[in-house]
């Protein structure tokens, strides 16, 4: 097994960081002060000397490692955050703090199954306040394998205000052995609290280079060299949607689809049909990802409910399950939402690199295409909007995803869109 920070493409400054930091938190366990972790790594990343333990405490002390019990990865769609978080994780969990990949710490954190790294992953449009205070509570207890417990939020712009203070008075009085790991695409106020992101050190990733993520996707996932150049350039340095792009289908005729708008803008109605085509098409993509594990949750659910069962208070235990049965309704009717959203805005991704191409086409910029394969096509755009018409496309895109984001109906956003890029 490689290095935990071996899939964290094109991210050299950040590795470097999270790796000093380990071997800080390293030092505070063999130091055999970790009932004191909250202090000294505090005091680690402010260059001081925590109480008590004098001027020759170990790396935890060292300013120039950056220890904290509070950190946001921050960067674009794609750049990894998620994935530098787990293996910070990991790292952190190493039998040697180097996040070797060998070892049991590092094998059970990234497998998912280490019992003191909690994920939690978004399953609707929001993280609730319930979840955020059990999952503290959780955190508080000592970790099993004697060394951190650590808690990642995966898009913790998601979080309410009520699950944002839960967590604010958390990270403000850290337990012992225990840190957060935050992801967010940027630490502005509509992404983070303004008071959680003073208490956390912050990773900002960047949009890896295609050359980088086709490598990564010739070297872990056996992609052929050529498809995986073509896959990271479509994918826009996406990690995950490149390894999509170049082992899926239909992934890439959903993908050929989104191309073909521009061309079917001919009027009006086909601006309409093409917006129900585009919404439609999201919909049955989030569909096919989460009606198997729709119907695994439900049948589950009723298992433990009883259902089937013939003994005396069968009927009547399934009768009481309604309102647990409808909790998960709601859960999965959030979840499918939530997928639906994300398709549509892979798709909007994928046409937005398009007028980018016509404009730099237009500009005579000497920069590679996003979509090779549709370069001819935006090319004959250049010839025909210029570039002002195809900077005005490109920004009716932009328009229509900032739109979805502030939670207006996505048929009305997207309509909107399909008629500025026909009128230009």
């Known amino acids: 097994?490689?290095?935990?920070?071996?899939?964290?493409?094109?991210?050299?400054?950040?590795?470097?960081?999270?790796?000093?930091?380990?071997?800080?938190?390293?030092?505070?366990?063999?130091?055999?002060?970790?009932?004191?972790?909250?202090?000294?790594?505090?005091?680690?990343?402010a260059g001081e000397t925590a109480p008590g333990t004098g001027d020759t405490e170990p790396g935890a002390l060292d300013p120039?490692?950056?220890?904290?019990?509070?950190?946001?990865?921050?960067?674009?769609?794609?750049?990894?955050?998620?994935?530098?978080?787990?293996?910070?994780?990991?790292?952190?969990?190493?039998?040697?703090?180097?996040?070797?990949?060998?070892?049991?710490?590092?094998?059970?954190t990234m497998g998912g199954t280490n019992a003191d790294v909690r994920m939690v992953v978004p399953e609707g449009l929001s993280i609730g306040v319930g979840e955020m205070r059990a999952l503290v509570l959780?955190?508080?207890?000592?970790?099993?394998?004697?060394?951190?417990?650590?808690?990642?939020?995966?898009?913790?712009d998601r979080l309410t205000e009520a699950a944002?203070?839960?967590?604010?008075?958390?990270?403000?009085?850290?337990?012992?052995?225990?840190v957060f790991l935050l992801c967010a695409p940027s630490t502005h106020p509509d992404d983070i609290s303004v008071t959680i992101r003073s208490r956390c050190r912050v990773v900002p990733l960047r949009q890896p280079p295609a050359a980088a993520v086709a490598e990564v996707l010739v070297r872990r996932d056996g992609i052929a060299p050529d498809v995986a150049q073509w896959a990271a350039a479509a994918a826009q340095g996406h990690v995950g949607r490149a390894r999509r792009l170049a082992r899926d289908p239909e992934a890439r005729k959903r993908r050929e689809a989104v191309l073909a708008v521009p061309r079917r803008l001919t009027g009006?109605?086909?601006?309409?049909?093409?917006?129900?085509?585009?919404?439609?098409?999201?919909?049955?993509?989030?569909?096919?990802s989460v009606s198997e594990s729709d119907a695994t949750e439900r049948a589950a659910l009723e298992t433990a409910l009883g259902a089937g069962g013939t003994g005396r208070g069968a009927a009547g235990a399934m009768r009481g399950a309604a309102g647990q049965l409808k909790e998960l309704e709601k859960r999965q009717k959030s979840r499918a939402t939530r997928a639906q959203r994300d398709a549509l805005d892979r798709a909007l991704v994928d046409l937005a690199g398009f007028y980018r191409d016509a404009l730099t086409m237009a500009l005579r910029a000497p920069v590679d295409p996003v979509h090779t394969d549709t370069a001819a096509l935006a090319g004959a755009g250049a010839q025909k909007w210029d570039a002002e018409g195809s900077l005005r496309r490109l920004e009716a895109v932009l328009a229509c995803r900032a739109a979805i984001e502030a939670n207006v109906k996505p048929r009305i956003a997207v309509e909107a869109m399909m008629l500025a890029l026909w009128k230009g």
Not at 34 to 43: C, G, N, S, T
Not at 278 to 283: C, K, M, R, S, V
């Open 138 to 156: 959780r955190a508080a207890s000592t970790p099993s394998g004697g060394r951190w417990q650590v808690v990642v939020i995966e898009d913790a």
């Open 268 to 288: 009006v109605g086909a601006a309409f049909d093409a917006a129900s085509a585009l919404i439609e098409a999201a919909e049955a993509e989030a569909e096919a």
């Open 164 to 178: 944002g203070n839960a967590l604010l008075k958390a990270i403000e009085e850290p337990p012992p052995r225990t």
């Open 64 to 108: 120039s490692t950056g220890m904290t019990h509070a950190w946001i990865f921050t960067g674009p769609p794609g750049s990894g955050r998620s994935v530098a978080a787990r293996a910070f994780a990991a790292a952190l969990q190493c039998t040697y703090g180097t996040g070797c990949g060998e070892c049991p710490g590092c094998h059970t």
């Open 1 to 45: 097994m490689p290095d935990v920070f071996a899939d964290l493409v094109g991210q050299d400054e950040a590795v470097a960081e999270l790796r000093r930091a380990a071997g800080a938190a390293a030092a505070v366990l063999r130091a055999g002060v970790a009932d004191r972790a909250p202090a000294l790594i505090a005091a680690g990343a």
